[in-house]
């Protein structure tokens, strides 16, 4: 049994339909429902803009509409972190995702549309989009390169951020949006919080 068969293709269009979800390792909208011998979901990938059918057998259960915990996402050498609006739709849809740039973003895109480069210095939505379903996240290599000015910022997972910070030598160290530290050239770490400095030795 699937969601189409127990709720019904009314449902699942009026509270379903829009989600975004992964199919077979890529980040997919659902756009819509249909009836025709058989139910089946159609899918549009998020990026590519190709269309799938599939069975509606694929739509098993709400699980199926589950995603990767939200926080900071990194695409093409910026930051951003992700958190939703409560909603009482299942599932996660573009309209309800929150984003902010971090701080060094911030300055980097105004820096960059200042002398006429914008464009370079923001990439598609729909690159952001693909990163909220299927997060890549930096490696402890990276952090060499961010700390020598070689990269804007590190992203070792969702809840921290490594990025520099204005006027001073050191890089500021985020953790869930707070500024909660300092990291120097030689990776040593000025953060009061014990559980948070532990995190971010543990990605170091």
């Not at 269009?13 to 829009?18: F, K, L, Y």
């Not at 590519?48 to 996402?73: D, I, K, M, N, Q």
């Not at 200042?114 to 729909?126: L, V």
Request: with cysteine.
């Amino acid at each position: 049994m699937s969601l189409v068969t127990s709720l019904g293709i009314n449902y699942c269009n009026d509270w379903v339909r829009n989600c975004m979800v992964v199919y077979e390792g890529d980040a997919y909208y659902i756009e819509s429902f249909h009836s025709r011998n058989n139910p089946i979901v159609v899918l549009r990938n998020i990026v590519t803009r190709e269309v799938v059918e599939v069975g509606h057998e694929w739509l098993t259960g709400f699980s199926v509409l589950a995603y990767p915990e939200l926080g900071y996402r990194k695409s093409q050498g910026t930051a951003r972190h992700y958190g939703r609006r409560q909603t009482a739709y299942r599932g996660l849809r573009q309209q309800v995702l929150v984003a902010e740039r971090t701080p060094a973003t911030v300055l980097y895109e105004q820096a960059n549309s200042r002398y006429g480069s914008a464009a370079e210095s923001m990439d598609s939505p729909s690159m952001w989009l693909r990163q909220v379903m299927i997060p890549e996240y930096d490696g402890p290599e990276v952090l060499d390169e961010v700390l020598s000015g070689n990269q804007l910022c590190y992203v070792p997972n969702n809840h921290i951020c490594i990025e520099p910070l204005p006027n001073s030598p050191n890089h500021g160290v985020y953790y869930k949006e707070k500024l909660v530290g300092t990291i120097d050239r030689d990776r040593t770490l000025d953060i009061a919080a014990p559980n948070i400095r532990k995190a971010v030795e543990e990605v170091l």
